[in-house]
């Protein structure tokens, strides 16, 4: 090779589609984790006026999903709202239908208000009341039904940015707009709600849990149960997970859930975990401080929560219990043997 400069050599080779890693070792290996999304609130009560404005003048031919996407200003492109989680906010009208679909992507909807609609997953109908966790495990048919009166609006919570990343996304429609009922309505949730009694006959078909519909009414028992008998997490108060009932596991390979009950004077522990999470405010107002930046969220707030950032709840002010829900990707990372948490000092 005829002599040239250490510079017409670093030219000659990125065209070749090579680059020297000892110029781009930084930037490649941290020190810690730098994630790209920025904490960020989203205001309910902001932006259900537009839900509604948009089921007046939109037709479902226009826009077959009324979904509001929660994008994190980090995350513009393509639109998330954690670095691998997305988070939207849903609305159904009377009468309304949503197309049956099946994507690869995990999902499930928190039920913020309306009742009397249902989604239909492969086959079986479940039944939809504010607080309710119903889960769409990937590659299961989905499609959703109002039968009754005013709007129904959910929180939308999945996992396709990391599908996508992976570039492992396939979306599917069915034949029909909706599918025909073939199981009893709520069966998943009325064969597996009663804990560590499991049906013999079952046997797991995905690493999802089966079941349909963890019930509000199921979730306040289990808190009022345990009442003020524990202190909980320093961080976190008393936190309950929703668990596949087959391993006791997170209920999506990809996806936790988890109930948050904040005592009226709780002031968390600063903590930090790798795992991103996205926080709703389900019922009181609570204060957030994620790194340097303080969030009031008011009930059905919803909150993004970057990895790694430093965040503390804060319930000082208040006299009512704070209920939050949150899901993140820690079931991911851990399978990965990424995940890492702590607890910081004051």
């Not at 609130?41 to 037709?59: N, V």
């Not at 513009?76 to 690869?104: C, K, W, Y």
């Not at 996508?164 to 069966?187: M, Y």
């Not at 009663?194 to 797991?204: K, S």
């Amino acid at each position: 090779m005829a002599e040239i400069t250490t510079d017409q050599a670093y030219s000659q080779i990125t065209k070749l589609g090579a680059e020297p890693l000892w110029r781009h070792y930084g930037d490649l290996f941290h020190p810690e984790p730098r994630s790209a999304a920025v904490p960020h609130r989203w205001s309910f009560s902001d932006l259900r006026p537009y839900m509604l404005h948009f089921t007046e003048t939109l037709s479902l031919e226009e826009a077959e999903r009324r979904v509001l996407m929660l994008v994190n200003p980090g995350l513009a492109d393509p639109p998330a709202t954690v670095n691998s989680l997305f988070a939207g906010i849903q609305i159904i009208m009377p009468g309304e239908t949503a197309q049956a679909h099946r994507h690869t992507a995990n999902a499930f909807r928190f039920i913020i208000e309306g009742e009397s609609a249902y989604t239909t997953v492969n086959g079986e109908r479940v039944h939809m009341r504010p607080g309710d966790l119903l889960l769409t495990p990937g590659w299961h048919w989905h499609d959703h039904y109002h039968e009754g009166s005013g709007p129904m609006m959910w929180l939308d919570g999945l996992d396709f940015p990391l599908t996508n990343s992976f570039e492992a996304g396939f979306f599917e429609l069915f034949g029909d707009r909706t599918q025909k009922s073939s199981v009893p309505d709520d069966f998943s949730s009325r064969v597996y709600i009663h804990g560590r009694l499991n049906p013999v006959w079952e046997t797991p078909q995905t690493a999802s849990s089966p079941v349909g519909n963890y019930p509000w009414s199921e979730t306040e028992r289990a808190l009022a149960a345990i009442g003020d008998d524990v202190d909980g997490s320093e961080s976190e108060g008393v936190v309950l997970e929703y668990t596949n009932p087959w391993t006791g596991g997170p209920v999506m390979p990809t996806i936790d859930c988890r109930i948050l009950r904040l005592r009226p004077g709780f002031v968390g522990r600063p903590a930090r975990t790798t795992a991103s999470t996205i926080l709703h405010a389900v019922r009181g107002r609570a204060t957030v401080e994620v790194g340097d930046t303080t969030f009031d969220l008011e009930p059905k707030d919803i909150l993004a929560v970057p990895g790694w950032a430093r965040y503390r709840l804060d319930c000082a002010s208040t006299s009512d219990d704070v209920v939050l829900f949150a899901y993140s990707n820690r079931p991911a990372l851990r399978a990965l043997e990424l995940l890492r948490e702590e607890a910081l000092a004051d």
